[in-house]
DNA sequence: CCAAAAGTGTTCTATGTACACCCATGC
DNA sequence: GCATGGGTGTACATAGAACACTTTTGG
């Protein structure tokens, strides 16, 4: 009664380096890339097999999340395929290593990818909406920093991500009041007046309530 | 390389009736039921698949969006399955026509919900939280009404999905100025003063800003 | 002593919330 | 004329937005 389809993984995979946002990429036929993908292998969950698809992150971990189930007939060249895809964030100072199939992966800068196969420049989009939406109301910026960080790398951090200048003063004033990050206690000298070092709070609430249309 | 594995199309329709809200849900075995289910046929959308696992809506337009997608291995009693869950809404007045396989199909209030088979349940409280959430900051309760509706009637939608008490005039005010209704002229009369008639202006923007975690 | 980044409060505006009475109709 | 649901405005509290200067360090 159930029958069998044709069915992969994909991940976006997205970090933050110097001061713009990159999407990992892997190498696919000619001069055209394509998100990491990975098949599902049985007795694995879908998280663990949307991980397979990226070069081992070691001990860092990341940020994963369920994006989107692709499936429309013509959206792959090779006939009717769907895809599980994930979204997924990995901190600023972490490093990749093995990649699966020995297979060649790259950093992109978002405005500025290659040609992308089928239609995985428009999941790239998605997912990016889907980054700067969750951003804006939850405490995810985090995953995308070293585990310690200073505010003014964290308003970075947003400030890239959402291509929008914050106001220093209201952003610190806001993300304190929050009580989502808390002093280590540490501090970062660099040129200038030292910087005090964060860290973030994972038992704090990372949710923000939402404006409602109605009272 | 891509390979195959089992996977079907599983729909959540709900509606208002009366003063609850109700889900439907198709005969399983024994006692139990289940989400209304369809096989992904061969050249058609993911959407197309979800709308046949349901009864004919005839004429009446429903609300279809992508919940999730559910494929843990040990999910499904009868091996690993992947499930592609779309979660739909019907208008009050809609009826439903000649249900697929001639299977037997019933309307269950959420509060008073039958024993359903695998995860069926988790999914159903996962679409409701979702319809929740999706009202509170989208237009998307009008797909719960007929064409024509009272503020009345819109407002008792929202209180029984969100289970809250609204106050009367901040709704109507937020709603009016909103400019996501007009009224149509027309009116009804019942017990009581007769009520104007809105509709839904399908061109009005139907999203709030949210309120940001940051400035 | 100067460059560079860190750190810090207040005022004004907009939005949200709480709340009670009159109106039009059918019976 | 009364029961029933429809319709309306204001005052107060809270949250958001705009804004500029002082502090601490390294070179």
Redesign the pocket.
């Known amino acids: 009664m159930t029958h069998f389809v044709r069915c992969n993984i994909l991940t976006a995979l997205f970090r933050i380096q110097g001061r713009s946002l990159q999407v990992l990429l892997r190498a696919a036929v000619g001069r055209s890339w394509q998100l990491p993908f990975a098949n599902l292998e049985e007795g694995r969950s879908l998280e663990a097999c949307a991980l397979s698809a990226l070069p081992d992150p070691g001990e860092c971990a990341l940020y994963l999340e369920q994006l989107y189930t692709y499936g429309d007939p013509d959206r792959s060249s090779q006939g009717q395929l769907i895809s599980i895809v994930y979204f997924a964030l990995l901190a600023a100072d972490a490093l990749l290593g093995e990649p699966p199939d020995r297979a060649r992966f790259a950093w992109f800068a978002i405005e500025d990818l290659p040609p992308l196969i089928d239609d995985h420049a428009d999941i790239v989009s998605y997912a990016l909406r889907r980054l700067r939406y969750k951003l804006e109301y939850t405490a995810v910026g985090f995953e995308l920093l070293p585990e310690m960080f ?4 964290l308003q970075r951090t947003y400030e890239i991500v959402l291509g929008e200048q914050l ?4 952003f ?3 993300i304190l009041e929050a009580g989502i990050i808390e002093p280590t206690g540490q ?1 970062r ?8 070092l964060y860290r973030y709070r994972p038992d704090a609430i990372a949710e ?1 309530k939402t ?2 249309l109605f ?1």
Do not use: F, I, Q
Not at 150 to 153: K, R, W
């Open positions: 200073t505010l003014s790398e106001d220093k003063r209201n610190r004033r806001r501090m000298s660099g040129t200038g007046r030292p910087a005090r923000v404006r409602r009272p």
